[in-house]
Every structure is written in structure tokens, then in C-alpha cells.
């Protein structure tokens, strides 16, 4: 089987209802293109029927599709770090299924990849997201490149291309929890941007709450900088300093006013303060310990139940093993749909 000079990875979690919109889009934007290539579909765990219709299209396009199913859901970046894997192509483009980003401005990122760049991320031209949505992800964008120095424009947008060597560069990396945009800015010798169009959502609902985004960019600080704990530290030295100069203030207050029953409160109120700071202290550190806890225990950090691929000179019967590291696959052209 040829090697293909592009692979579009796409991880699906629960898109039965936009699959088919996503199909008639995708496969002519790449016809167009002129190159050989590969789509390889990331299912992660979806309780819907998205396994059964990826199935379906594996049937229909065996030549340029391939199917990796797991048995479980781990997450978006874990269905990307997977399609990576799995992938063959020279240029990689990472696609989300839900249209947002139009397929057919795949051509943008390889064009500038052309120009020389190993690295090419996408900026949306008009998101299409709720208010609150955009204000949250601008200010984390802000954040986020002070503490970790990652210069992403919109680090929202998993529209983007990698070169085969900042794949095979990511796939060398056993972190059980990244950020791929971020890993993949910190192996580039010459990144780029573009910008995108940016769709409302053909269908379904976005997976990403408030709560995930917060929890994405908390991962994102603590995987790539220590920049936290180093300005808690900062911090609670400052606080030091401040104590004593107010333990001072109030003894000089008491030895000449003296005593005041107000004062209590005040104590109270500092108190209480400093309890806060120490508290999301506690919690600061103990995220970092909590990595180094998943990291050391070396479980998976997926496992896949089969890959449906065409093997070649053979026609797509059987659903191939998947790597040593995984369960073992099974039949599922023999059971049915999930």
C-alpha cells in the first residue's frame, strides 16, 4: 500500500446526527486536492451510533479510510495522539467532526506548509461560538501564553497541520495527559498561522462545558510550565513580609491608641484570607503531584478495540490487531452494530 502524503485525523465522540454532512464535505474537498490521502477516524467510546455509520463509511471508501474504535472514552487528545499513531501520510491535518472548521480550507494549511513551515495552526475568521464562550477563551489564550511562553492565537481551534516529523516527535512522548497544539509548537523549527473559516455547528451539541475548558487550560499551564508554583512561592513570600510589617503596625497601635474590639474582625478577615491562599495552594501542588501519581503508574493511556483498514491486496473482511499495548481487537463485522 502507497504511503499517502496527507492523513486528516478525526476524533468523533457522539456525531451520528452531523457524520453524513461531515462525508459529503470531506472527501471532495480532498479529491480536489490532487494528493494521495488517508482519513483515519478516531471513534472514543461514543454512545450513539457513530461506530456503526463510521463502519459504514469504512465500507464504502476502504481505499483512503481507516476506523480506530475504542473501548472506552478518553478524551479528544487521546483520539488525536491514537490517530497519529495510526496514521502513514508525509503531512497530517487534525479535524474536528462537528464542521465548524470547513474541510475544504485544508488546502489553506498545506499551501503555507509549502512555503517552508513544519507547523501550521489556524486562527477562525468569525467564531461562531456564545458570547461568554469567546470572552472565556480570550482570556485564557492570555493566560495561558504568559505562564507557558506558547504563542497560539486561538488555542481553541484543532484545525491544524503537522509535519511528519513533529508527529513522529509527539508519538515518542508517554505523557499519560498534553496538550498536542502546545506539544506540537514546542518540537516546531518554524510555525505558522492561517486563518479559517469558522461555521455554527452542523449538528449536536459541543462536548466542551465551561467546567472542561477550565480544566483543558489548568492541564495546559501545568503540563508546559512551572510558572505557578513558582509565582505561588513568590506569593506567599510577599505574604510573609506583609504579616510581620501589619504584626508590627498593630503593636505600635495597641502601645500607643490601645486596644480596640474592631480590631478582632480585621484579624478575622486576614485570616481567612491567608487560609484561601494556602488552600489553592494545596490544591496547586497537589495537581502536580496528581500528574506525577498517573504518570509513574504507567497504565495505557488508551485502549483501542479494533482498527478497520484495507490490507493490501486484500478486501476490508476482518478488523486488523491493534498494537501489543492495547486489548485485543475484535471481530466486529461478526457482531453487528454496537
Known sequence: MSTPQLSVVIPVYNEEQGL???FDRLYPALDKLGIGYEVVF????????SAAILREQFQK?????RVVLFNGNFGQHMAIMAGFEQCRGQRIVTLDADLQNPPEDTGLLLAKMDEGHDYVGSIRRQRNDSWWRHVASRAMNGLREKITRIKMTDQGCMFRAYDRNIIDAINSCKEVSTFIPALAYSFARNPAEVVVGHEERAAGESKYSMYSLIRLNFDLMTSFSLVPLQMFSMLGMLISVFSGLFFIFLVVRRLIIGPEAEGLFTLFALMFFMIGIALFGIGLLGEYIG???????HRPRYLIEAVLEQQENEKPKRARKPKAATE?????FADGDE
Open 20 to 22: 453524513q454532512a461531515l
Open 42 to 49: 478516531v471513534n472514543d467510546g461514543s454512545r450513539d451510533r
Open 328 to 332: 485485543p481487537a475484535t471481530d466486529l
Open 291 to 297: 500528574r506525577i501519581y498517573q504518570q509513574v503508574r
Open 61 to 65: 471508501r476502504p481505499d483512503v479510510t
